[in-house]
Every structure is written in C-alpha cells, then in structure tokens.
C-alpha cells in the first residue's frame, strides 16, 4: 500500500475519507502531520499491537509500537484519527497487509479525541478502558424481549453524556410486543428514566422504525452498545444493508444472548443512505462508571433541578430539612426508584475516583523512588570515579 500520497489538502466534502468523517476539524488537527508527509487514517479495528486502519487508498495493517503506552485511556482505540508512517523493519504480516514485501506501515501519532465512551476496566481495578473515540451519537440497544432493567439504561446512558456523545436509546426486537398501547407505555417509562434523550422502537425483523433510525445517524459517527442478546448484531446489518455481522439466538433458559461480535469495528454505512459509520461492540454484561459524575447529573436532570431547591446546598437528600429532592417523592413527583438509583451511581462513581487518585498517589510515590534510587547510583558512581582518581 503506498503512502506517500497524501490527500489531507483535500477540500473536507470531497476528501477520500469524508465518508469516515473527515471534516475541516480533523484536517485542521492533521495539518502539521501534512507537513510532515504522514498520511490520515482512521483506525477500525485494533488487535495485539497492530490495528487495522482506513486510508485514502483503502484499509491498510499498521503497527501501533510507536505510541504503545501504559496508561489505557491513550492506547489506540477504534474510532481514532491517526497519522501513519512507513516502518523501520520489513515484515512479512506488513508484507502482505501493505501490498508488498515493504515495512508495515506505523501509527505515529493520535490526532486529539472529540469525544470518548470511557468505561471502568472492572469493579475490581482502578484504570479506564476507551470502548469508542470520535463517536456523535451513542446508540444504547435495549432488547423488548426481556423485561426493561431501567437502572442499566440509566448507567449507559450516564455513560454516554459523559463521552461527550449524544444518547440515543432504541427499543429492540418491538416486533415481540404486539400491543401497540403496551409498546408506547414501555417507551415512555424508558423515556422517564432518560431526561432529554430520544427514544426509538424498532424491529430489524420487519423493518420498522429502521428508516427513522438511519436518518439520525445518517453522516455522522455512531457506536452500538447494549448487553448481549439486545440485538445489536441484527441492528447493525439491518443499518449497513448486509450481514456484516455475526447473528445468534438468545439462550431459551435465561434470555441472554452470546457473543457473537467480538472486536470493536468501525464499519462504514451506505452511502446511499446519508453515509456516516457505525461501531459496533462485544456486548457489555458489567459497565463501570468512569469519571461520571456530569453524565449521572444529566442522566438525572430532574433531580439536579430539585436540588437546587433544597435548604442547604450541600444536601445529600437522606434526611436533611427542607429536602426538596425528598419532598418530590413524598409527594410523587419524584420516583424513589430514581432517587436511588442517583445515589448508587454518584456512590460507584466516587469509589472508583478515589481508587484511581490512590492508584496515581502509588504510582507517584513508586516512580519518586526509582528517580531516587537512579540519583544515588549516579552519585556513588561520581564518588568512586573520584576516588580512582
């Protein structure tokens, strides 16, 4: 694959890359790689220290050595702009991935992130994991096939204000529910759990809701989450117009689907329908906060407006006087199943924070002694050159 050609002065509308995204804001953060002769890409799939990414002159195997890092929340992710290189070293993968038997092409740098849906690595660690980068909307699947679990909508929801993505919840498999008075009142209580976030039925067997939901993310960068067996792997053919991807039935005994995706691909949509491209990801069975407490705040917007309400403006809504947030739900304005649900997620969020900030106080304390340690061997040394002399 040749890379010295180098398209970034292209006009934004006609770029090779327009239809992965490339607009005036991302060929301003590429500018001085331009310069540099580097060539843009757009990672789509990131596997073992390689990645597979999108050029001008199609997809192309690149090695992601030059900008590995320790710290997870800046590892390569799928969604990232990039500026590619030429390797230093042959190789027979690059070879075969680069049209020929030159260096596999590099990842240089990362142009900055816009957007990033961050999750917890797991409750049990104190690090981030970037599932998505450069996402404008958030697709949260949500299969009708079983009975709604709210508080997890809330959580993904919670988790997509706080990217920096735009929400979008959409009602699966809504073939399954035959009475359309049941259909719009599931709607409308996922509606209430998600303040100012629209919602979407859809049914990808029968096509319905389908032409709705591609004019949304028509254009534009959207990723696809939701636990297994939302559907999510028939939703993202239905919008790419083929079987991209692999589609199982859910488990009879327990409803939960299996993994059929098991990367993180970006995948472009047809350009006949507005273009844009989708991310599709492994279903997420746990999804840990990271860093949310804004997205938990717009997740509960109502709640932050009672707030300001209350006597003291440090209320924590137990058992304070003159609780605004409390008297709501005496009075039913409020749901209790809300209010806790606030609490539970601002209570993981702060536990998380503060295993992180005593991670980095480790971290700190650890890399003070190595420096430490690297300043008397230095010294000694100095003493005994010294001495010899």
Request: glycine fraction near 10%.
């Amino acid at each position: 694959m040749d890379l010295t050609s180098s398209p970034a002065s292209f006009p934004a509308s006609s770029h090779p890359l327009s239809r992965y995204g490339w607009d005036t804001r991302v060929a301003d953060a590429f500018a001085p790689y331009d310069d540099e002769g580097l060539t843009p890409a757009r990672v789509v799939r990131v596997d073992r220290g390689r990645c597979d990414a999108v050029t001008a002159d199609g997809i192309v195997r690149a090695s992601t050595a030059p900008v590995a890092t320790a710290d997870p929340l800046r590892a390569v992710c799928t969604g990232d702009w990039a500026a590619l290189g030429h390797g230093a070293e042959s190789s027979a993968e690059g070879g075969a991935h680069s049209g020929g038997d030159g260096p596999m092409p590099e990842v240089v740098a990362l142009l900055p992130r816009r957007t990033a849906f961050v999750r917890s690595a797991s409750s049990n660690r104190s690090e981030g994991q970037v599932l998505a980068a450069n996402v404008d909307i958030a697709l949260i699947a949500v299969s009708l096939a079983a009975e709604l679990e709210l508080p997890r909508v809330e959580r993904f929801v919670a988790l997509a204000w706080t990217s920096g993505a735009r929400p979008l919840i959409v009602l699966t498999k809504a073939d399954l529910v035959k009475d359309p008075a049941t259909l719009g009142q599931l709607a409308a209580d996922v509606g209430e759990s998600a303040p100012g976030v629209d919602v979407l039925t859809v049914s990808a067997a029968e096509g319905d809701g389908l032409d709705v939901l591609a004019a949304v993310v028509a254009g534009g960068t959207c990723v696809l989450l939701g636990r297994s067996g939302a559907g999510k792997s028939t939703l993202a053919n239905a919008l790419l117009g083929e079987d991209v991807q692999d589609v199982r039935t859910v488990r009879d005994r327990d409803g939960k689907g299996r993994h059929t995706t098991t990367t993180r691909d970006l995948l472009p949509l047809p350009e006949a329908a507005g273009g844009g491209v989708l991310i599709d990801t492994p279903g997420l069975r746990g999804v840990a906060l990271w860093d949310a407490e804004g997205g938990v705040g717009s997740t509960f917007s109502e709640i932050e407006e009672l707030a300001e309400e209350c006597r003291f403006h440090d209320c924590r809504h137990e058992s304070e006087p003159d609780c605004a947030v409390l008297a709501a739900v005496d009075d039913g304005t409020l749901a209790a199943r809300r209010l806790e649900s606030y609490r539970k997620l601002l209570r993981e969020n702060a536990r998380i924070a503060a295993r992180t900030d005593a991670r980095l106080r480790a971290e700190q304390k650890r890399r003070f002694k190595e420096m430490s340690a690297v300043g008397r061997h230095n010294a000694e040394r100095k003493r005994g050159v010294g001495r010899d002399r």
